[in-house]
């Protein structure tokens, strides 16, 4: 009768036992091979995270460095120019040379 059951021959139950076995075995490596690669994706992250991290510093740098050189080159043309103009309204002389008053008949006097 197929609904009796009476027990397993023995080497069924080996194959059973062997597969179980293999099964742990299997499911080790399987724990060892995910650790691993987890291991590998966090190395990989942190490297990663520290390439980022260097070429923030890196552009920081240069960034500096330009500004600076702007900045340098900005005074030479400020100092170049002015050298060529005294003052904003293009005169030669900073000041005026005034000796009188502009009212007629006022006497020499100087301008304090």
Do not use: C
Request: proline residues 4%; glycine residues 6%; hydrophobic residues 30%.
């Amino acid at each position: 009768m197929p609904y009796h059951f009476k027990g397993l021959r023995p080497g069924q139950i080996q194959g059973i036992e062997g597969e179980r076995e293999q099964q742990v075995v299997d499911k080790s490596i399987r724990d060892k091979m995910n650790t691993q690669e987890e291991y590998q994706w966090a190395v990989q992250n942190l490297a990663n995270n520290q390439h980022f991290l260097n070429n923030e510093l890196e552009l920081e740098n240069k960034e500096k460095t330009l500004m600076s050189e702007h900045r340098d080159q900005h005074l030479q043309d400020k100092t170049a120019k002015d050298a060529r103009w005294p003052n904003m309204y293009g005169d030669l002389d900073a000041l005026p040379d005034v000796k009188k008053d502009m009212v007629t008949g006022a006497d020499v006097r100087p301008i304090v």
